[in-house]
C-alpha cells in the first residue's frame, strides 16, 4: 500500500497541507467505520451522506490525515488536512500518481462476463513466479479503481485491473488513471443494452481499453464476439501494439471438448495441452485462454500455468460449487444476462445428477427486450434438459407464464422459493442459483442453509 509523508501525498496532489506535514502514511481508507491510526481518510460526498461529517469518528480512532474539500469550513483540528477542490478526484489523482511511481505491468479487464474469471485465473498463475496484485471483489469503478492501485506494495510486480463500465467513456477515464500494458476484452454481451442500445455500441464502448493501451502494448479480445471486429475494422490502428484473439475461430482455441473430471473442467487448446481449471463451465475455458497466452508472454512458466489453474480460487457467487446436505449447490448468483444464463446453465448439466433445478432471478439492464430475453431463457433451460425452472421477479414471471406447459414455477418470495426447495435437498440433484445482482439470490443459498428464516 502507499506509504509516505502527508507532505509527499500533497505534493503529488499540488496542494496546500494544513497541520504537520511530517504525518507517516500507511493506506488510504474512505469508510469513517474501517479507519486506522495511520491510514489517510478520503471523505467523499455521496448522495445519501457526506464522508466529511465522520471526520469526529475518524480522529477517535488515532488518524491523524485527511484529504480536505476546501469549501467544507471550518476546518476541523488536530489533524493534518491536504486541502482540495473535489475529494473524488483528488483520491483518482492520488492513485494515478502512486502507480507512476510503481514499475509493476499493468493489465486491464474489461467485458460483458467473464472479467472477474479472468482476473482470477490470471492472478491464481502468475502470483506463483511474480509478485502479483489484484482487484479485490468488484471494486472496477471510479472509487475502486483508485483504492485499489493505493493499495498496491511499491514492489509489486504484475497489477491486475478489473475495469466496469455502464456508459460511453468509463473504460476511457479510468484507463487515464492506469494506463494499460496488457488489456483484455472477455466477452461483449447484453449487459448495458439499456444504457448503450445495442452490443455494437457497448463493443465500441469497451474498446476505450485498446484506445489507451500505452504504445506497444498487447491487446487480446474475444473473436466469439463479432462486434468487436467490426469495431476494430472501423478504428485507426497503432501498428505498435500487438492484437490477439482468441476463441472458437481465434488465435488461440479450444482443440479439444471441454470436459468435467471431479468437478474440475479438463481442455486442451493451440498453447497447451492436459489444461485443468478448478470451475466449472465451458465458459471458464474460454476465460482461460488470455490468461494462459498472457502468463507466457510475462514469462510465467508452463508448470505454473497449470498449476494456477488447476488450484484456481474463484472470487464468490462465479460458478461456486457448494454441498447442501446431499444437493450440489451451484452458485453463480452475483450477476446475469443472457449470454452467462446460458452459461451457467450449460454448467449445472454437467454436474452429475439425475435432476437438475434452474433457480433464475430477474436479468436487469437490458431495454426493451427484456421480456423475450427471459422467454429465451427458459427455453433453453428446457430445451437442455433442465428438469424444473424456478423463477423470482417480475420479468422471471413474465418466462414462467412462457413455459407454462413444463415444470416452471414462479415464487413471490426467496423464501417460498425455498421452501419448495427444501425437500429436494435430501435428493442427488444439481441446483443453480442465478440472476442480477440486485435481486440478491446468493440469500436463497442461506435460506437453504438454514442461516436466513
Not at 477542490?85 to 479487464?109: E, F, R
Not at 485465473?121 to 502470483?127: D, E, N, P, Q, V
Request: net charge negative.
Amino acid at each position: 500500500m502507499i506509504e509516505t509523508t502527508i507532505r509527499e501525498i500533497a505534493s503529488m496532489l499540488h496542494a496546500p497541507v494544513l497541520g504537520s506535514e511530517k504525518v507517516m502514511i500507511h493506506g488510504v481508507c474512505i469508510d469513517s467505520r474501517k479507519i486506522e491510526d495511520s491510514h489517510l481518510y478520503v471523505p467523499l460526498m455521496g448522495q445519501r451522506a457526506d464522508g466529511h461529517t465522520f471526520i469526529e469518528q475518524v480522529k477517535e480512532k488515532g488518524c491523524k490525515a485527511a484529504l480536505w474539500q476546501k469549501d467544507h469550513t471550518p476546518y476541523p483540528e488536530d489533524v493534518a488536512l491536504v486541502l482540495v477542490d473535489d475529494t473524488l478526484q483528488a483520491l483518482q489523482d492520488l492513485a494515478k500518481a502512486y502507480l507512476q511511481k510503481l514499475s509493476g505491468t499493468v493489465v486491464a479487464i474489461t467485458g460483458s462476463n467473464g472479467k472477474t474469471s479472468c482476473k482470477d485465473m490470471l492472478y491464481s498463475i502468475c502470483s506463483l513466479e511474480k509478485k502479483t496484485q489484484k482487484t479485490q471483489g468488484n471494486q472496477n469503478n471510479e472509487i475502486g479503481l483508485p483504492l485499489t492501485i493505493l493499495s498496491l506494495d511499491s514492489d509489486v510486480e504484475i497489477i491486475i485491473l478489473e475495469m466496469g463500465m455502464e456508459n460511453r467513456g468509463e473504460i476511457a477515464f479510468l484507463c487515464s488513471i492506469a494506463p494499460p500494458d496488457i488489456s483484455v476484452i472477455t466477452t461483449i454481451g447484453s449487459a448495458h443494452m439499456e444504457n448503450l442500445g445495442g452490443k455494437k455500441q457497448i463493443a465500441q464502448a469497451k474498446l476505450e481499453i485498446l484506445e489507451h493501451l500505452k504504445p506497444g502494448g498487447l491487446f487480446l479480445y474475444d473473436k466469439d464476439s463479432p462486434e468487436i471486429d467490426e469495431c476494430l475494422k472501423a478504428m485507426d490502428q497503432d501498428p505498435s501494439k500487438k492484437i490477439i484473439s482468441f476463441g472458437t475461430h481465434g488465435d488461440i482455441a479450444l482443440t479439444s471438448d471441454v470436459k468435467v473430471i471431479q468437478d474440475q473442467i479438463c481442455f486442451s487448446c493451440s498453447l497447451c495441452s492436459d489444461v485443468k481449471v478448478n470451475s466449472l463451465g465451458k465458459i471458464q475455458a474460454h476465460n482461460a485462454l488470455p490468461c494462459i497466452y498472457i502468463a507466457s508472454y510475462l514469462g510465467i512458466s508452463m508448470k505454473s500455468i497449470k498449476e494456477g489453474l488447476s488450484h484456481l480460487e474463484m472470487t464468490g457467487m462465479r460458478m461456486q460449487l457448494d454441498q447442501i446436505a446431499k444437493a450440489k449447490i451451484l452458485n453463480d448468483a452475483y450477476k446475469s444476462n443472457p449470454e452467462s444464463a446460458k452459461a451457467a446453465i450449460d454448467a449445472l448439466m454437467t454436474l452429475d445428477a439425475p435432476l437438475h433445478i434452474a433457480c433464475l432471478g430477474d436479468m436487469l439492464d437490458l431495454g426493451p427486450n427484456e421480456i423475450c430475453l427471459h422467454e429465451e431463457i427458459g427455453d433453453y433451460a428446457f430445451d437442455h434438459q433442465v428438469d424444473i425452472v424456478c423463477g423470482y421477479g417480475p420479468l422471471s414471471l413474465k418466462m414462467v407464464e412462457h413455459c407454462k406447459d413444463k415444470k416452471a414455477y414462479w415464487f413471490e418470495t426467496k423464501e417460498e422459493m425455498g421452501e419448495f426447495l427444501r425437500p429436494y435437498l435430501q435428493k442427488d440433484c444439481a441446483i443453480l442459483v442465478k440472476g442480477s445482482r440486485s435481486m440478491g439470490m446468493d440469500t436463497l443459498i442461506d435460506i437453504l442453509k438454514g442461516e436466513l428464516k
